[in-house]
C-alpha cells in the first residue's frame, strides 16, 4: 500500500509560480513512476506530468511544457512540481499518483495510488 499526501496548493497571481510536494509512505518508492495529474471544476481528470523510477526521464502534456518542472528525491520518497509562469487556466485540484510499471503513461487507469490533491488557483 502507498500512501501519498500532496503540498503545496494555494493562490498565486497569474505569472507567478508554485512548488508543489509530494510525499510518499513507501519503502520501495523508487520502483514507482510518478504523475501529477490535475481536475479543474467540470472537468475531467487529465494528465500534467511524469517521472520515472530513477528521475531521468519525464512527460510532459503539452499546455504545459516549458512551463512546469517534475522532479523527485528518492532518498526522501518525495517527488516535486514546479510551476512556473502560471495561467488562469492552470486553476484546478492536482493529484500525485504512483504507478508501478515501467514507463511514463498519461492515463490515470495506469495509476495504481493516488493523493487527495491540492487546490491550486490562479487569479488573473
Known amino acids: 500500500q502507498v500512501q501519498l499526501v500532496e503540498s503545496g496548493g494555494g493562490l498565486v497571481q497569474a505569472g507567478g509560480s508554485l512548488r508543489l510536494s509530494c510525499a510518499a509512505s513507501v519503502r520501495t518508492f523508487s520502483r514507482y513512476t510518478m504523475g501529477w495529474f490535475r481536475q479543474a471544476p467540470g472537468k475531467e481528470r487529465e494528465f500534467v506530468a511524469a517521472i520515472s523510477r530513477d528521475g531521468s526521464s519525464t512527460n510532459y502534456a503539452d499546455p504545459v511544457k516549458g512551463r512546469f518542472t517534475v522532479s523527485r528525491d528518492n532518498a526522501k520518497n518525495t517527488v516535486y512540481l514546479q510551476m512556473n509562469s502560471l495561467k488562469s487556466e492552470d486553476t484546478a485540484v492536482y493529484y500525485c499518483?504512483?504507478?508501478?510499471?515501467?514507463?511514463?503513461?498519461?492515463?490515470?487507469?495506469?495509476?495504481?495510488?493516488w493523493g487527495q490533491g491540492t487546490q491550486v488557483t490562479v487569479s488573473s
Open positions: 499518483a504512483a504507478d508501478s510499471s515501467y514507463g511514463l503513461s498519461y492515463r490515470a487507469s495506469t495509476y495504481n495510488y
